[in-house]
């Protein structure tokens, strides 16, 4: 019940394309859905998150699509560019998982020149 | 600002030896404090988590342990080393009790 399921594994994206990455949990009692960018080598970092009283953000290229009944949330990349190629983490947390965040097994992202 | 500090950034070490990593916090006070594994290729895998000095919960039985000696600093250490624990290891840090965590740059560990 505390798991995060996301998809694809990996994703080819021409340059100027949509990136779109999805992501499912089970534990209704999550209350904060963060996306993280993790370069090779390197920590990953906030790309951006939402709450589940929204059903929409969007920062920039980026947006997170949040669908509560079906317990599903996605990120779109609008005109990826190559500096976009990172590893995705979605993730969860709330709840009874208090402290605890949750990550999907993450989504290799290569965007094409 | 906020930073953290995590070394040693990449270490290779025999099967059955012993192992530290250091985490610490500057520019914040009681932080939450969390150590991830990344498996390559893989996803991250919660390992222990410090809500305050002295207090660690764990989340995955296995070798490794943890300790906070200071309100900022967390420590993963072992025993002895098992292959299966190589790794990409990182430290995190949060302030809210279920928001943004700010990861360290992480440790490679390479056990042979």
């Known amino acids: 019940q505390q798991q995060v399921k996301q998809s694809p594994q990996s994703l080819i994206v021409q340059k100027g394309g949509i990136s779109i990455i999805n992501c499912a949990y089970e534990?209704?009692?999550?209350?904060?859905f963060p996306w993280y960018q993790q370069f090779p080598g390197k920590g990953p970092a906030l790309l951006i998150a939402?709450?589940?009283?929204?059903s929409e953000k969007k920062e920039g290229r980026f947006t997170i699509s949040f669908n509560k009944s079906a317990k599903q949330f996605s990120l779109h990349i609008m005109d990826s560019q190559p500096g976009d190629s990172a590893t995705y983490f979605c993730?969860?947390?709330?709840?009874?998982?208090?402290?605890?965040?949750?990550f999907g097994a993450g989504t290799r992202l290569f965007v094409k020149a | 600002s906020q930073t953290i500090h995590q070394w040693p950034a990449t270490l290779v070490q025999p099967v059955g030896s012993p192992l530290s990593l250091e985490c610490t916090v500057e520019?914040?006070?009681?932080?939450?404090l969390y150590w991830y594994r990344q498996a390559a290729g893989r996803g991250l895998q919660l390992l222990f988590y410090?809500?305050?000095?002295?207090?660690i919960s764990s989340e995955v039985p296995q070798n490794l342990s943890a300790s906070r000696p200071q309100d900022r600093q967390f420590i993963l250490s072992s025993k002895k080393l098992l292959l299966s624990d190589s790794g990409f290891y990182l430290c995190?840090?949060?302030?809210?009790?279920?928001?943004?965590?700010?990861f360290g740059e992480g440790s490679r560990l390479t056990v042979l």
């Open positions: 995190a840090w949060s302030v809210l009790f279920h928001g943004e965590l700010f």
């Open positions: 534990n209704t009692a999550f209350d904060y």
């Open positions: 939402i709450r589940p009283d929204v």
């Open positions: 993730a969860a947390s709330g709840g009874t998982g208090g402290f605890k965040t949750i």
């Open positions: 520019g914040t006070s009681n932080p939450n």
């Open positions: 410090s809500v305050g000095i002295g207090q």
